[in-house]
């Protein structure tokens, strides 16, 4: 069997703060990383409190569809020239692997009797139709991974069930009101690189949700989505046409954890804004626009890591990253990037750096490859 394509790396959406040097950027989704499925099988094992996943010999299941790897629970049809989902999977299949196929549609019948299916991969397929009652039997799915396909919307009904969905690399150009309304228990959403404009996401196109985690990178956005979950903890919008950060976008995200707005058009950011991020621990704004420090970072008081690197910043203040007393800073930085701007390195003051934890977690100079 070959390895499986990376689609699991981010399995489970868990917000932290870094605590490494501000140029790894741990937590981000590696969509080029291959990976054994055995780490999804030992997260199953894991959040199912103790549930077994032995191998057996493949004769032993009954019902294994042909060409397909069967073992207790798992069926893997993946990289089979399958023009359609296969017929005979056994009811008890809690993964189904069926990526790197050349499925087109998804038909009404396709899962029929899979009411055990925890996890379905359809990653690298051809998919541009799903039936809109095609889910309905999968009440207890909770991972469902549709990138890499040709879907031009999110699919309709939905499990209830579902924690994590992937739809990473379609041709998604609306999300329309009350797409993930029943979708009460959904903790990430990755749907990035999609044709995406901000006029796209519908007023209500994610009513109902709580998530931890969203991705939107990648796309079209000109601008923060102001009708985003509002308990959201990260937030991915790296490689969009964002020009602009306003208070009005971000005033509604007040625990966010981690921003992510690197490789976007970012020349102004205003004054007071990131006093509405309060718990922020992490700020992506390199490769953009900015001709300053955004004000406010000395105010904040748990930011650790801020990505500055590749903008247009000539000089860095004394008080731009720390305040005047330590009364407000609660956590010392780990990581400030900031090379590759045109700073006079040599006329910035020693002490605009009090406030972080270790000398090596400043970057300053030109980028090297």
């Known amino acids: 069997m070959l390895p499986v394509v990376a689609v699991f790396a981010l399995l489970v959406c868990i917000t932290r703060s870094s605590t490494g040097l501000p140029f790894e950027q741990k937590g ?13 099988l030992m997260m199953m094992k894991d959040e199912e409190d103790g549930s077994a996943f032995g191998e057996v010999d493949p004769q032993e299941q009954p019902g294994c569809p042909f060409g397909c790897q069967c073992s207790l629970r798992v069926v893997q049809c993946s990289d089979q020239n399958l023009y359609e989902i296969p017929r005979d999977i056994p009811h008890d299949t809690r993964l189904l692997d069926l990526q790197g196929n050349k499925i087109t549609e998804i038909r009404e019948n396709d899962f029929k009797g899979l009411y055990q299916l925890y996890a379905l991969v359809l990653v690298n397929n051809m998919i541009s139709r799903v039936h809109p009652r095609a889910f309905l039997p999968l009440g207890r799915m909770q991972k469902l991974y549709l990138s890499h396909n040709h879907l031009p919307a999110v699919p309709r009904n939905l499990p209830a069930s579902l924690v994590e969905l992937r739809i990473h690399d379609n041709r998604i150009k609306k999300v329309a009101a009350g797409t993930f309304s029943a979708l009460g228990t959904m903790n990430c959403i990755e749907m990035g690189r999609n044709p995406l404009q901000n006029s796209g996401l519908e007023p209500g196109a994610f009513t109902g949700l709580k998530l931890n985690f969203l991705r939107i990178s990648e796309a079209k956005l000109t601008g923060i ?116 701007n045109p700073i006079s390195y040599w006329e910035v003051q020693p002490a605009t750096f009090r406030c972080v934890a270790d000398r090596n977690a400043v970057h300053f100079g030109n980028h090297k490859k």
């Open 28 to 40: 981000f989704w590696d969509f080029g990383k291959e990976f054994d499925v055995q780490d999804l």
């Open 225 to 340: 989505p102001r009708d985003l979950p509002e308990n959201l903890r990260e937030l991915h919008l790296d490689q969009n046409q964002i020009q602009a950060i306003e208070l009005v976008d971000v005033s509604q995200y007040r625990d966010l954890f981690r921003l992510g707005l690197s490789h976007n058009r970012i020349r102004h950011i205003e004054h007071g804004s990131l006093a509405y991020v309060p718990n922020l621990r992490e700020l992506h704004l390199d490769n953009n626009r900015l001709n300053k420090v955004p004000s406010g970072l000395a105010q904040m008081k748990y930011v650790q890591v801020v990505y500055l690197h590749s903008n247009n910043i000539s000089e860095v203040g004394v008080n731009d990253f720390c305040p005047t007393g330590f009364g407000m800073k609660k956590t010392f930085y780990n990581g400030i990037s900031l090379f590759d």
